[in-house]
């Protein structure tokens, strides 16, 4: 079963604006992951945060993670168009697995 | 350091046909992944394995579908008698460690399985 549902399945900016995508989990975890997929491609990893953080930044990324929510979002500012892509969340519910998200499929018009 | 290589990259079988799906983990992993995704639809997890053990088959149907990961060579994801519905893209994913201490999987390209 899915662990992950991203939200929104589908978002289209303008490059230079950011862009927001929310993920909610179902069960306790270890860390949580994002992932980005060009079409036709393997997925690559973004970052992890674990548990006990709250905030976590790479470059242009920002991750944020709530578990009392159970929720996190990621954020890219400045969009360019290169960064069209869906987006997963993932996560380790306790377990040695990783269980994905549904996805955001995220178009940057140039 | 060559990434996860998967092959073949496309496949097409007919109804009924065998389907085997070959990973090579990244130099020094010894967990393997298989998920599989649908058009427009997120990775399913399949199995985890590590070199001769199946660690976690949860994912995966109880028939047509099994995997290996052998003390040498690729991992093999195998689908004996394919349908139409088993039409996807399967990604393997490796690891050094389990994903619950490092979190992060290296991906391939993926196999593109078409039933006909």
């Known amino acids: 079963s899915q662990q992950g549902e991203e939200d929104p399945q589908a978002l289209s900016i303008q490059e230079g604006e950011n862009a927001t995508m929310n993920c909610s989990y179902k069960?306790?975890?270890?860390?949580l992951q994002w992932y980005r997929q060009n079409s036709g491609r393997g997925l690559v990893h973004l970052i992890l945060?674990?548990?006990?953080?709250r905030e976590k930044h790479s470059g242009r990324l920002r991750v944020t993670l709530d578990t009392s929510k159970k929720s996190s979002s990621l954020l890219i500012t400045a969009s360019r168009a290169a960064d069209t892509a869906s987006y997963f969340c993932?996560?380790?519910?306790?377990?040695?697995?990783?269980?994905f998200g549904t996805g955001t499929r995220l178009q940057v018009f140039p | 350091n060559a990434g996860v290589m998967q092959n073949p990259r496309h496949l097409v079988r007919r109804r009924g046909q065998e389907a085997r799906l070959r990973c090579s983990p990244m130099k020094g992993h010894s967990h393997v992944y298989w998920y599989r995704q649908l058009p427009e639809e997120g990775l399913k997890f399949m199995v985890y394995?590590?070199?001769?053990?199946?660690?976690?088959e949860s994912g995966m149907p109880k028939e047509r579908f099994s995997a290996e990961f052998p003390k040498e060579g690729p991992s093999i994801l195998r689908i004996q008698q394919v349908v139409r519905g088993d039409s996807a893209a399967y990604f393997c994913?490796?690891?050094?460690?389990?994903?619950?201490?490092?979190?992060?999987?290296?991906f391939g390209e993926g196999s593109r399985l078409t039933v006909l």
């Open positions: 993932a996560t380790t519910p306790n377990t040695d697995k990783l269980i």
């Open positions: 069960t306790s975890i270890n860390n």
């Open positions: 945060i674990r548990s006990n953080e």
């Open positions: 394995l590590q070199k001769e053990n199946i660690i976690d």
């Open positions: 994913a490796s690891s050094p460690l389990l994903t619950g201490n490092t979190g992060e999987l290296f």
